[in-house]
């Protein structure tokens, strides 16, 4: 038997929770609360394996509450279940310890299955979330990269970078660093070549994924 303790502010979803887990023989519905703060307290008097979490709520909001159930009670599992696709939403809440990330609009199957899944031991993403998080991944990778590359830049070579990386000339960045357009161009054609750039068309992309 899985006990589950569901939180959502709206009292017409906890019915629907209510309702829907009812049919399921392997679950027990053990309360519901109405935001985090109230989750917490619950938690403090009953036996629950698993968290169903709102985000957005008053008093206290999933990802806080989220925080505090993972930090006082590391072994209850918490599946979030928002409408939201924001990716602050996501990399919060996972950050703070959720099992689980799902929309509410999959089915009353599919949440069963997940709520297996979860109890097990397992971490569940649905695909459009696991492809949020993976792109978010693979763009801080890719900044990583280009701050190490960056790195191999002298100082005077690294500002005349992010110079060109905000569209200014040569004559613009001699005005702004009082050296000579030759000068510029010179330190423009070293950055190039440590960099193995095509041109300043590259080095100004390059600079703008840095920053």
Partial sequence: MIRVLVADDQSLIREGLRMMLGLYDNI??????????????????????????????????????????????????????????????????????????????????????????????????????AKKVMGALYEKSEKDKHKDLLKELTKREYEIALLVGQGKTNKEISESLFITEGTVKNHITNILDKLNLRDRTQLALLVSKKL
Avoid: C, W
């Avoid at 989220?66 to 928002?82: G, N």
């Fill in 28 to 129: 027990f519905l053990v309360g519901e609360a109405a935001n985090g703060e109230e989750a917490l307290r619950i938690l403090e008097q009953e036996e629950v394996d698993l968290v169903l979490m709102d985000i957005r709520m008053p008093v206290m909001d999933g990802v806080e509450a989220t925080k505090r159930i993972k930090e006082k009670h590391p072994h209850i599992k918490v599946l979030i279940l928002t409408t939201f696709k924001e990716d602050e939403y996501i990399f919060e809440g996972l950050k703070n310890g959720a099992d689980a990330y799902l929309l509410k609009d999959i089915s009353s199957e599919e949440l069963v299955r997940a709520i297996e899944t979860v109890y097990k031991g397992n971490v569940l993403l649905q695909p459009e979330i």
